[in-house]
């Protein structure tokens, strides 16, 4: 059982409770608040004393008066459906912190739907699956106090793994977060290297606020991302699929000549992709900024030429046909 709260969090919970489900059980009631079954009984008896009509179905559970209090907040059937999808969507994100807070919030949003929309969510709920992460695996826990500490300008203190397994401990200045290939990732100034730094939340080992304040940066997240793209962005590839007016000025240029160089090892992401309805434009971009963001290329080891490249091949046919788009940099080992 779960750490018990304070009574009057715990009546104010079970109200919250009674208010979002249709019919609760004492013994549920008991395990959420980490509580035995006879406290959940005299919590009962003090919220009737209280003027809370609570009806009591015997072996059943309990459940609040028909219109006991009219929801502040009105939802439409589509708001609705689209807040249950959303819990769906978030129960299987890999942060904890994430998943608890809203599980939360979400109790206390269902709490003001009206009875016949609670039937409908609840029948919803029982009806969608989101299978991106079935295993429910949890990979970090920092999201929520992150996303407070970049709202407040707090500096931290870090305890951080990286994938190389080098343990390091700095103080960073939280600038932004994103999500990507299920991970989440952190963008902060770092004090020790005076930059800022990617640091995914998965390899985050310890993280203390400091109580100390930093001045706002005046960067924005795209500024970030761009100028990150800049800095890698130094491969002279022509796009697979020119445009016409494109296809003719080339077509004036003296005629392409193939070269063969030696064979190399290449290590990177790839993603597998087509030129068909703009996919590839969507796809590369997508995994320029992981690579970018992530900061791929400082992870690669055996690393013999940091020159970034980009490679296209497994191509089923021509180019207009699915084919794999490699970024990374030459290897002396794999």
């Given amino acids: 059982m779960s750490e018990p709260k304070p009574r009057l969090a715990r009546l104010t919970a079970i109200l919250t409770q009674l208010q979002a489900q249709q019919l609760v059980t004492a013994r549920f009631l008991a395990e959420k608040h980490g509580v035995s079954i006879r406290t959940i009984y005299r919590d009962i008896r003090t919220l009737e004393q209280s003027g809370v009509p609570i009806l009591t179905e015997e072996g059943r559970g309990y459940s609040l008066l028909a219109g006991y209090q009219l929801p502040p907040i009105m939802f439409t059937e589509e708001e609705a459906n689209a807040l249950i999808t959303a819990e769906k969507l978030i129960r299987q994100n890999k942060d904890q912190s994430l998943v608890d807070y809203y599980t939360q919030a979400i109790t206390k949003i269902k709490s003001v739907l009206r009875g016949t929309q609670k039937t409908q969510t609840e029948l919803l709920a029982s009806r969608l699956q989101v299978r991106n992460n079935p295993s429910q695996e949890r990979s970090s826990d920092y999201l929520i106090q992150l996303q407070s500490a970049i ?22 200045e939280p600038f932004a977060l994103y999500t990507t290939q299920g991970n989440w990732i952190l963008v902060a100034f770092c004090q020790l290297k005076q930059d800022f730094r990617a640091f995914r939340l998965d390899r985050i080992q310890g993280l203390q606020a400091t109580g100390t304040r930093f001045e706002p940066h005046p960067l924005t997240l795209e500024a970030y991302l761009e100028q990150c793209r800049r800095n890698w962005l130094n491969t002279p590839d022509i796009p697979l699929s020119p445009t016409t007016s494109t296809f003719v000025v080339h077509q004036k240029l003296p005629r392409m000549q193939k070269e063969q160089i030696a064979p190399f090892l290449f290590a990177g992401i790839g993603v597998r992709t087509s030129n068909q309805a703009g996919k590839a434009a969507q796809d590369i971009g997508a995994l320029w900024q992981r690579f970018l963001g992530e900061q791929i290329a400082t992870k690669i080891p055996n690393v013999i ?25 030459r290897v002396s080992s794999l």
């Fill in 151 to 172: 709202s407040r300008y707090e500096v931290l203190h870090l305890e951080y793994l990286s994938l190389a397994e080098h343990p390091s401990k700095r103080h960073i």
């Fill in 305 to 329: 030429d940091p020159t970034v490249l980009t490679v296209y091949t497994d191509y089923d046919g021509d180019h207009n046909q699915p084919y794999t788009a490699l970024i990374g940099c």
